[in-house]
């Protein structure tokens, strides 16, 4: 219950989502523009986005799944879901995803 409610604190916290939010576009533009290097035209580059992006699908699937799991137990224990968890929560979510897609780029092409 302890964690139930740590977890809800951290999810409804504003200031947060001001933080995940001005994260997030930085994210996004670093991602488009490794997207749109001309080392990452050729069949290497491709093959490096895709893995990539394999890592990075899996991380969403299992934090997607994990969060609406605890949003369940959110509301069987009789906490109100509002709209500042759900934006919290997408936009932490996507900000993970975009750091994962992002590091798993820089770590492959330094091994591949």
């Known amino acids: 219950m302890q964690f139930l409610d740590t977890f809800y604190k951290i999810m409804t916290n504003v200031p947060l989502l001001k933080v995940v939010v001005y994260l997030g576009i930085p994210l996004t533009i670093l991602l488009l523009i490794l997207f749109c290097l001309k080392s990452h035209r050729d069949e290497r580059g491709w093959k490096i986005i895709g893995k990539a992006s394999i890592v990075s699908f899996i991380v969403l699937i299992i934090l997607s799944n994990t969060v609406a799991k605890l949003g369940m137990q959110l509301v069987n224990s009789g906490y109100e879901i509002e709209?500042?968890?759900?934006?919290?929560?997408?936009?932490?979510?996507?900000?993970?995803?975009?750091?994962?897609?992002?590091?798993?780029?820089?770590?492959?092409?330094?091994?591949?």
Not at 84 to 110: H, S
Request: no cysteine.
């Open 83 to 112: 709209y500042m968890f759900w934006a919290n929560t997408v936009q932490l979510i996507y900000d993970i995803v975009l750091l994962v897609e992002i590091t798993a780029i820089l770590i492959l092409r330094k091994i591949e």
